[in-house]
């Protein structure tokens, strides 16, 4: 029996657009998300994190060390400002942070890894709350890639959500396009389909001149002209080839590989082709992984900030015509904190040391959850706890 | 109150000659050794771990974080090795492992680092057990030098140690060499004073051409000559003027700092040289931190492997004439095993939440301890702590 416990989830993505934090409340028999909150990604930090992932990038320590450290701060500072501004009752004991991937090789022989920056231990000392971090090496560690993580929390909210009886998705659309398939019988199937924001992104980036970040509602990929002939050679990645379980990152699908694909294209083109791609790899993944093996599908909640692109939304429903593809606001959640959310149920899982991969990882035996960073309150934790 | 809980402490030092594993017995009244183990670095982990803190490095994040994760295997190997070999009531149920020290920023600005390899989920998931690791962070978080950690253990044995009441220092002889006094009304001095192993190894490498790593006996040192300009001028080095509490590390005091300024030395020449640095920074430390300052000390306990390099004993011995420089074997303790027992005793102050640091490592505030990794004993674990 764990007594009650509000966890506040920490979500950066690869897209590096801000942080989203999301607070939960558990305890042994229900959970119930409570508030949320977003903050912008310092430009500073952002370009360094980029830069470190950069093809071919040779590095100091320092220059790693000291990110690791300045995410750490820049976490820790804006969770102590939004944490002051709570009623008592309102604030977190825990905090359950991603951290920042910088790296991720599960498949790399004959060992792998994957990297989150983010101190934890800055955070906690800042926040005087206990922190939960590195949620993937564990998984990793187990035989798993580590990724995707969403889907056991997708599984806990697939109960609540209109058409699960005739199978359902939760399509998360961040940096990287991932989905949690949950059969009517409630087994679990959840895969990373390919690049979404992060190459969106990068492409309003280039073709604004940096004066825009993202497409707002999918209004330049309107605009544009998808072309057919770079869209062919971009599905050629061999990622897309690859049987699942399997997961993918930034570093497997960095915006030059889009850019090097799509020379000849300028202006609204580049970010409609993009966003083609996107549409394209995960219309192909449900036929692969779920329709194809005769798996019914009855609807598509799209979440992340992606969710917010029309033009995905649109398309997808052009391409799967007898699935409901909604946003899962339609439905009362806020697509933007699932993610968040999950995260902070991954930071309860392992505060009960509970494994936070499963098949869906690949994992096939027990993988350590996050690493708990005792607080000054972890006594305090520790009461809580079976 | 906290039942009866078996920690391995796990140590591979800046010398990176071996890993060091030692088991204490804890419970809330008392803590007793059980087992020491020790097996040799690999030579080729060993060589990626040096090559990485190469002054001007460049690396690219596969190097760094294979290299993290080769550590952890390795690690988590050694130790499910070790563990088999016991009977079950002598195996650990949690290991605390110390990791590779790549680099140490503790003063940095604007924001400090410490970087510790060696993945804990790689070594719970082989070992089956929970993982503490990550000790140094949470004192830089609190705005300490993350080091050095051993004296808290330091003042633990001190308890037990001839001539206590006349005050004693504990001396470690790693990669680095550190103290910690410990006044008669108890209170607790402690800091870094130099290298030692570190530079000794290195010349014992370079003379040899690789077919010996360390001084036996200090042997060699004491068949080879002192170059005193080149002592004069290493003795310039900026760290020994610093105030405490300080702290420093291979990455402060690189083996080309040494090469480069005793540059005509030769064969047996630069093993003494480097050893008689290590002797006369020692005594500068005394004579500036404890004895200058009227303070009593009786006897120094040398500990570490470097401790068994019975030309530093002899030195210290002359160099400071009222004070019983001692082996802590004279008192029935392995000398080489006290910093992995050291660490074991972090790893429990760190379960419940302790700070594993102090005004000799200059945090002024709560520092988070060890993050905890939960093994498939977690559970179990939960139910022994208060």
Known sequence: MIKRVTIAGVMTGTSCDGVDIASVEFDSESWSPKWEASRPYPKKIRDRVFAIQKVGARLSLDEIFSLDADIGTWLGKTLTEIIEGLTAKERPEIIAMHGQTVAHAPLRKPTAYTVQLGEPTVVAEMTGRTVISGFRQGDIAAGGEGAPLVPIYHYLLSSVLPGSEKGVALHNLGGISNFTYIKPDGSVFGVDTGPANVWIDAAVERISKGKKTFDAGGKIALSGRVDLPALKALLRHPYLKRPAPK?????????????????????????????????????????????????????????????????????????????????????????????????????????????VGGPWTGAEKFGPPGKITPGKNWAEILKRLP
């Open 247 to 355: 997961s993918t990152g930034r570093d497997e699908f960095p915006p030059e590989y889009f850019f090097a694909r799509a020379k000849k294209l300028t202006g609204e083109d580049l970010v409609a082709t993009a966003t083609a791609y996107t549409v394209e790899t995960i219309v192909q993944a449900y036929e692969k992984f779920v329709i194809g093996n005769g798996n019914p599908l009855s609807a598509i909640y799209l979440c992340g900030g992606g969710a917010k692109n029309d033009t995905i939304r649109l398309w997808l429903a052009d391409l799967l015509p007898n699935i409901s593809v909604l946003r899962i606001e339609d439905v009362g959640f806020d697509s933007q904190f699932i993610e968040a959310q999950a995260f902070a149920f991954l930071g309860y899982r392992s505060l009960l040391g509970l494994p």
